[in-house]
């Protein structure tokens, strides 16, 4: 029910409107505001926050069937639930939930994670942006880049990553929540991408900005596993995206498949290109397996970090190799806007660097194995 739902939304309201929405480089309040009405924001969070109550293959499934359609809606849903709710449900006090989830819950109100930095990407602990207290608030100095859903203007606040001092020789990371408005706190979006058009990305800028101390989150010295085990979950989202791509670029292959002839017949009719699409089937087939393994894991209160590294190195590496066939099926024609796969192929390639490069899964899915 949620797939077929999700599936005809995102055919009905987001499909008519992705290329111009790309095109212009336009974020989309209308469609991020119908998302919540669909109560596609806090699917997995109980209802006394504003959510569902689902479960989280649930969510997983919601991402996969909008990434079908358009990355940039899917890159909204994915980072503002995994990434946004996510810690402050996990790691907030009861008085931070009741205050920020419900919001969150309703397509009206946005969160970013600040982690990345100019210089801290796959080395998540090389954060330079510092906080110290004084006088009962924390004082941020710093940058974030690379923050989806972090400046537009309905998004309220992010969580971030700074550095609080030392302990036993080594940098201590804690997570601070600044809202939007707090003196000190700029953000700048960012223009001129290839890809998720139509999504937000932005820089944070922290000079001397005051926070009240009771803005941490989890506890000091916490920031790291936080933003951590964050990732965990949200490699099964960005996975989701590479699944749900996967499916989008096939799909539009079979269809062009079956219309275009080449002496005397269509394509499709030709070996080279069926054997194509059978091994395009298989892989996604193979990718659903895992990635929906890695839900139940989680789902079931089972180690899943492992699985979610797998899910998302497979995913998204299918995505690639799914959205080239799919092109070149399509010929000379796939490199034109005005067929879809142009832009599934140009979204796919944040797919292995978004939320841990392909090197870094295969890095961390190594040390899982005792290499």
Request: aromatic share 10%.
């Amino acid at each position: 029910m949620i797939r077929d739902t999700v599936r005809e939304f995102a055919e009905r309201e987001i499909r008519p409107v992705a290329k111009e929405l790309d095109e212009k480089a336009e974020f989309s309040h209308d469609i991020t505001r119908k998302m919540g009405e669909l109560g596609l924001f806090g699917m997995y969070l109980p209802e006394k926050y504003g959510g569902q109550g689902l479960d989280y293959l649930s969510y997983i499934i919601a991402v996969e069937e909008l990434a079908r359609v358009d990355s940039s809606q899917a890159a909204t849903l994915a980072a503002h639930n995994s990434l946004g709710i996510g810690p402050l449900y996990y790691y907030g006090t009861e008085e931070q939930k009741m205050k920020y989830l419900p919001p969150l819950c309703t397509g009206n109100a946005l969160w970013g994670f600040g982690l990345t930095e100019p210089e801290a990407g796959s080395d998540s602990r090389g954060t330079k942006t510092k906080a110290y207290l004084d006088a009962g608030q924390w004082v941020i100095n710093g940058s974030k880049i690379f923050i989806t859903n972090g400046s537009v203007d309905i998004s309220i606040g992010s969580t971030v990553q700074t550095v609080t001092g030392e302990k036993d020789g080594k940098k201590q990371y804690t997570c601070i929540i600044v809202e939007k408005d707090t003196p000190g706190f700029t953000r700048r979006a960012m223009h001129g991408k290839m890809l998720w058009r139509a999504s937000d990305t932005a820089e944070l800028f922290f000079d001397d900005c005051r926070v009240p101390e009771d803005h941490l989150l989890g506890k000091v010295g916490e920031g790291s596993h936080i933003m951590l085990s964050t990732l965990d979950s949200g490699r099964l989202s960005i996975a989701a995206m590479g699944l749900g791509l996967a499916q989008g670029a096939f799909e539009l292959a079979m269809q062009y498949a079956k219309e275009r002839k080449q002496f005397g017949q269509p394509i499709i009719k030709f070996q080279v290109i069926a054997f194509k699409l059978a091994d395009m089937a298989t892989k996604i087939e193979l990718a659903r397996n895992l990635l929906y393994k890695a839900c139940w894991l989680k789902d079931t209160g089972q180690a899943f970090g492992k699985e979610s590294a797998m899910a998302k190195l497979y995913c998204s590496e299918i995505a690639r190799e799914v959205a080239d066939e799919a092109l070149q099926i399509h010929g000379g024609y796939g490199l034109m806007k005005d067929y879809d796969i142009e832009k599934h192929y140009r979204d796919q390639r944040l797919l292995q660097i978004g939320e841990g490069t392909s090197e870094i899964q295969r890095l961390v899915i190594s040390r899982y194995i005792g290499c």
